[in-house]
C-alpha cells in the first residue's frame, strides 16, 4: 500500500499543462489530488519498515470492509492513516454489529412473521429522513466540493443509525405477539425492508460483494448496481421475497493481530 498524492499534484502542476498545451487543448480549471494514507501516523517506507501487505489486510477481514475503511477513514482532501486496532473497530462497530446485525434481524423477522414475503406498507417520516439524507449523500460525490467519500459513508451510516433505532421503537417481536397489532407489525416491516434495499444500493460503490448479497437477501431483481439513486424515493419492496443467507459481516474476533513487520 502506497501513496503518490504530492507526486500527482506536481504531475498534474508541471507535465499534465505542458502536454495540453503542446496538443492545443484547454487547460484545465481545477485538478482534485488525494492525500496520503499513513500507517500509525507514519508515512509508508520500505526503508524504514513501515509497510502493509495487502493480502494481510483482506485476510483479516475481506476485501469490502478493507474497502470501507479505506473510503470511510481516509478523507479525499486530506491525509489518513491506517491501523489494525481501528479497522477492527470500525468491522465491529459498523459493519457487523450496526449493518450485518440490523440486516439479519429484518431478514428473520419477515421470515418468521410474514412468510419470508415483505408486506405493505405506508411511507413515513423515516423515509422522509433518507430522502433528506439522499441529497447530501448526492452532494459529498458530485464534484462541486471533491469527491468526499467518507461524507458520504457517514451519511449512509445516518440511516443505519435511524433504521436501528426503528427497530427498537416498534419492537416487531412484540407486535407480533398481538393479534391487534398486525397493520402495525407489517408497516414496521415493510419501511426497514425499503431502508434495507434503499441501503444496498447506496452502499454499492464502497462494498460492492456485500451490497448485491444483501440485495439478493432482500429478494430485489436484477443487480443492485444497476439501480439509479433517482429512483430510490420510489423504490417499493412489496411483494419480494426474503431470504435468509450467511452473515453479511460475521462478528467473529480475528484469531491474531498482524504486524507490520514483513
Same mark, same amino acid.
Given at each position: 500500500?502506497?501513496?503518490?498524492?504530492?507526486?500527482?499534484?506536481?504531475?498534474?502542476?508541471?507535465?499534465?499543462?505542458?502536454?495540453?498545451?503542446?496538443?492545443?487543448?484547454?487547460?484545465?480549471?481545477?485538478?482534485?489530488?488525494?492525500?496520503?494514507?499513513?500507517?500509525?501516523?507514519?508515512?509508508?517506507?520500505?526503508?524504514?519498515?513501515?509497510?502493509?501487505?495487502?493480502?494481510?489486510?483482506?485476510?483479516?477481514?475481506?476485501?469490502?470492509?478493507?474497502?470501507? #475503511?479505506?473510503?470511510?477513514?481516509?478523507?479525499?482532501?486530506?491525509?489518513?492513516?491506517?491501523?489494525?486496532?481501528?479497522?477492527?473497530?470500525?468491522?465491529?462497530?459498523?459493519?457487523? =454489529?450496526? #449493518?450485518? =446485525?440490523? $440486516?439479519?434481524?429484518? !431478514?428473520?423477522?419477515?421470515?418468521?412473521?410474514?412468510?419470508?414475503?415483505?408486506?405493505?406498507?405506508?411511507? =413515513?417520516?423515516?423515509?422522509?429522513?433518507?430522502?433528506?439524507?439522499?441529497?447530501?449523500?448526492?452532494?459529498?460525490?458530485?464534484?462541486?466540493?471533491?469527491?468526499?467519500?467518507?461524507? $458520504?459513508?457517514?451519511?449512509?451510516?445516518?440511516? !443505519?443509525?435511524? $433504521?436501528?433505532?426503528? !427497530?427498537?421503537?416498534?419492537?416487531?417481536?412484540?407486535?407480533?405477539?398481538?393479534?391487534?397489532?398486525?397493520?402495525?407489525?407489517?408497516?414496521?416491516?415493510?419501511?426497514?425492508?425499503?431502508?434495507?434495499?434503499?441501503?444496498?444500493?447506496?452502499?454499492?460503490?464502497?462494498?460492492?460483494?456485500?451490497?448485491?448479497?444483501?440485495?439478493?437477501?432482500?429478494?430485489?431483481?436484477?443487480?443492485?448496481?444497476?439501480?439509479?439513486?433517482?429512483?430510490?424515493?420510489?423504490?417499493?419492496?412489496?411483494?419480494?421475497?426474503?431470504?435468509?443467507?450467511?452473515?453479511?459481516?460475521?462478528?467473529?474476533?480475528?484469531?491474531?493481530?498482524?504486524?507490520?513487520?514483513?
Amino acid at each position: 500500500m502506497h501513496t503518490i498524492g504530492k507526486d500527482i499534484t506536481r504531475f498534474h502542476s508541471i507535465i499534465w499543462p505542458a502536454m495540453l498545451q503542446a496538443a492545443e487543448l484547454p487547460l484545465p480549471r481545477r485538478v482534485w489530488a488525494h492525500g496520503f494514507v499513513l500507517f500509525s501516523g507514519e508515512k509508508f517506507s520500505k526503508t524504514a519498515g513501515v509497510r502493509l501487505e495487502l493480502e494481510d489486510a483482506i485476510a483479516r477481514f475481506g476485501v469490502d470492509p478493507l474497502r470501507y #475503511f479505506l473510503l470511510r477513514e481516509v478523507p479525499f482532501d486530506a491525509d489518513g492513516s491506517f491501523t489494525w486496532d481501528r479497522f477492527e473497530d470500525r468491522y465491529n462497530a459498523d459493519l457487523a =454489529n450496526a #449493518f450485518g =446485525n440490523l $440486516a439479519s434481524r429484518v !431478514v428473520t423477522m419477515v421470515e418468521k412473521y410474514t412468510d419470508g414475503v415483505v408486506p405493505a406498507g405506508s411511507r =413515513n417520516d423515516v423515509d422522509r429522513a433518507d430522502a433528506s439524507d439522499l441529497t447530501d449523500y448526492i452532494a459529498a460525490m458530485d464534484g462541486s466540493r471533491g469527491y468526499l467519500l467518507h461524507e $458520504a459513508l457517514r451519511v449512509v451510516w445516518r440511516s !443505519v443509525t435511524r $433504521a436501528n433505532e426503528y !427497530v427498537q421503537r416498534t419492537q416487531p417481536w412484540s407486535l407480533a405477539k398481538k393479534p391487534a397489532a398486525r397493520p402495525e407489525l407489517e408497516q414496521a416491516l415493510a419501511l426497514l425492508v425499503r431502508q434495507l434495499a434503499r441501503l444496498a444500493v447506496l452502499v454499492s460503490p464502497f462494498i460492492p460483494t456485500k451490497a448485491q448479497e444483501l440485495w439478493e437477501s432482500l429478494g430485489g431483481p436484477g443487480e443492485v448496481a444497476g439501480q439509479r439513486l433517482g429512483a430510490l424515493e420510489g423504490l417499493n419492496p412489496t411483494g419480494w421475497r426474503v431470504t435468509k443467507g450467511p452473515a453479511l459481516f460475521p462478528r467473529e474476533q480475528p484469531s491474531a493481530k498482524v504486524s507490520s513487520a514483513s
